[in-house]
């Protein structure tokens, strides 16, 4: 699962809609915008993107501390064309497994 929706913007008279997407962290900039343009047939206009290093745990019992770390991932703000005047994330939910499961049962 290279994306996963996490927020989004409507369209004002003054900014345009945004979206913040978790994806990847070996996903360019290139990559995500081409994935959200050919897949979603979004119209995308830029892509900006922050990388979050994995947060380190320590869990102590009563014999022994246990440490973990989380993984680390990327963070994708996308600002979406004038074009795009609809309401973003409100109606529509990215999943791709639902798509897969409904064309399963077409078929």
């Known amino acids: 699962m290279p994306i996963t929706f996490m927020s989004a913007k409507s369209a004002t ?3 345009p809609a945004t979206a913040i997407f ?18 979603y047939n979004l119209p995308v206009k830029k ?3 922050i990388n979050y290093a994995g947060k380190r745990k320590r869990a102590m019992g ?3 501390t246990v440490y973990y770390k989380y ?7 996308v600002t979406f064309d004038r074009t795009l ?10 999943d791709e497994t ?3 499961e409904q064309e399963q049962e077409v078929a």
Do not use: Q, S
Not at 22 to 39: A, D, N
Not at 71 to 77: D, R, T
């Open 98 to 100: 639902a798509e897969e």
């Open 85 to 94: 005047l609809e309401d973003v994330g409100k109606a529509e939910k990215f």
């Open 47 to 49: 892509v900006n993107t």
């Open 71 to 77: 993984k680390a991932f990327k963070k994708a703000i």
């Open 13 to 15: 008279v003054t900014h």
């Open 62 to 64: 009563k014999r022994r």
């Open 22 to 39: 978790r994806v990847v962290p070996r996903m360019t900039k290139h990559e995500i915008k081409e994935y959200l343009t050919k897949i």
